[in-house]
């Protein structure tokens, strides 16, 4: 049985990154209304709009969704609270340990999956008692540990040392991506990119552009010696902090001047290296339909298909 199905009551498990601003109902709705589980971010500390989010996405679908909180962009704690009382079954948490989180969360009869970028928080969240992990290789784009693990890499070492359900994220984007998580062990996979160029992404046009047009070397990783560090689109204003070393965290105040004006210059545009696989925009339902579809053709061709985890 395929265990995260089990945990978020979805069709095919397929997790729509936690992007913020663009992570909310009009993007999620489309993914849980397509069979996958739509997330709402509260990372933009926008704690109102993100809580009319999960309301509306009560009116938009009737399906399964979840909400993230990353524990480091946490600035008034009453999100938690105000979350667990809000009707949702899942929460992924990320940023931070989960361990102060748990109890509220649990208390309030949520399943809690805790993002890890690498195996030493991979074992302290299972310690802390999360019912399973997004294991994030450093191919993701957004925020990242400087100290990159590649998810290729990641799965396998958290597979050896825990038992409990993985879901992939970064690098993935189509069905082969997930045939080759599931190979090493994940039970569901996670996709941000593939979403942020959906034809029901929020963003304006030119990010979605910018995404089919990079190709695989088009994202670079910023600031690893400081903090935040990131992957974004090989931009000119990413190339130019790239040669500096380092940026200022104020840039981030432009961001919304990228993701819905389009302006690819005014801030950075977080991507993940699936820019290279992504050539076309397409309806969020086509996405998902693709990457079930390619998933079952590689399965059956490697004679597996009774172990695709019933779906």
Known sequence: MNRVLAHTGVKYPIVQAPMGWIARSQLASAVSNAGGLGIIETSSGEVDACLAEIEKMKE???????????????????????????????????????????PTLKAAGLTVYHVVPNLSSALKAVEAGVDGLIVEGGEGGGFKNPDDVSTLVLLQAVREKTDVPMIAAGGICDGRGMAAAFALGAEGIQMGT????????????????????????????????STPCVRALKTERAKEIDRAGSFDRAIFGKVKDVYFGGDMEASLALAGQTVGLIHEVLPVAEIIGRTVDGFHAIRRQQGERSQSGGF
Do not use: W
């Open 194 to 225: 593939r979403f942020v160029s959906a034809a029901e992404s929020p963003v304006h046009h030119n990010y979605k552009q910018a995404i089919v047009d990079a190709d695989d070397t088009g994202t670079v990783m910023l600031n690893r010696k």
């Open 60 to 102: 938009l679908t009737d399906k399964p969704f979840g909400v993230n909180l990353p524990l480091l962009f946490i600035r008034e704690p009453r999100i938690v609270d105000l979350v667990a009382k809000s009707g949702v079954k899942f929460v992924s948490t990320s940023a931070g340990s989960p361990a102060k989180l748990l």
